[in-house]
């Protein structure tokens, strides 16, 4: 079963409208981090969130762990073309050797001009 | 910045070949992990390791080895390729317990 749960799957939304995707464990997230994937491409950092109701932005990106620190959401105000991708939240794996993580399935978004 | 680089971005190979997929990182990262991405079950660890000539394996390490003679370099080799391990192939680097830093992929096609 996978450990971290992304929804939705995928999205489209037009240009200008804003959005939210959401990943969730069913344990404590002893660190959270956001990616974004372009397709066929590596997955640039985007953000990590380590403390319950930490709330980090860049840009027109924001991302919020809440306080249970078992759910994160990422959210995009005014969405651009520029902001298509597949979006993947990947979660610290503590207690093992090194700093394994484990990722979710990722949510594609598709931004309409 | 941080740079990870792999030494293909597309590979076609044919089953039973041996397959060496290298990596490179330049930020003396302790860390440095492989993963395969495919649709609907996202990112897999094959292998990681720590330091050199030391490995740990992953959730999915079957069909592959790894090899880490140096600290900059990660390699990943599939000793017999098989048409199931056609993949999107992706290398990361960290340090310590942060963000890991990711190569550009490379897409391998197995016929």
């Known amino acids: 079963s996978q450990e971290l749960e992304q929804s939705p799957q995928s999205l489209i939304v037009q240009e200008g409208k804003n959005l939210t995707i959401n990943c969730t464990s069913s344990?404590?997230?002893?660190?959270l981090y956001w990616y974004k994937q372009k397709y066929g491409e590596g997955l640039i950092f985007l953000m990590m969130?380590?403390?319950?109701?930490e709330e980090k932005s860049h840009e027109k990106i924001t991302a919020k762990l809440d306080e249970k620190k078992q759910q994160s959401s990422l959210h995009i105000t005014a969405s651009q073309p520029s902001h298509a991708g597949i979006y993947l939240c990947?979660?610290?794996?503590?207690?093992?050797?090194?700093?394994?993580?484990?990722f979710g399935t990722g949510t594609s978004l598709t931004v309409i001009p | 910045d941080v740079k990870v680089t792999q030494s293909s971005r597309y590979l076609v190979k044919r089953t039973g070949e041996k397959v060496f997929l290298e990596c490179v990182q330049d930020m003396d990262h302790e860390n440095m992990f492989w993963y395969r991405q495919d649709p609907g079950l996202g990112l897999r660890l094959i292998y990681f390791?720590?330091?050199?000539?030391?490995?740990e394996k992953g959730d999915i390490p079957e069909g592959y080895s790894v090899s880490r003679e140096k600290k900059e370099r990660f390699s990943l080799i599939l000793e017999s390729a098989s048409t199931n391990q056609t993949s999107m192939y992706l290398c990361?680097?960290?340090?310590?317990?942060?963000?890991?830093?990711f190569g550009p992929g490379t897409r391998l096609t197995v016929l």
């Open positions: 969130l380590q403390k319950g109701g």
């Open positions: 390791s720590y330091d050199v000539k030391m490995k």
């Open positions: 990361a680097s960290s340090w310590d317990q942060n963000e890991q830093f």
């Open positions: 344990k404590t997230l002893y660190g």
């Open positions: 990947g979660a610290d794996r503590r207690g093992r050797i090194g700093n394994q993580f484990y």
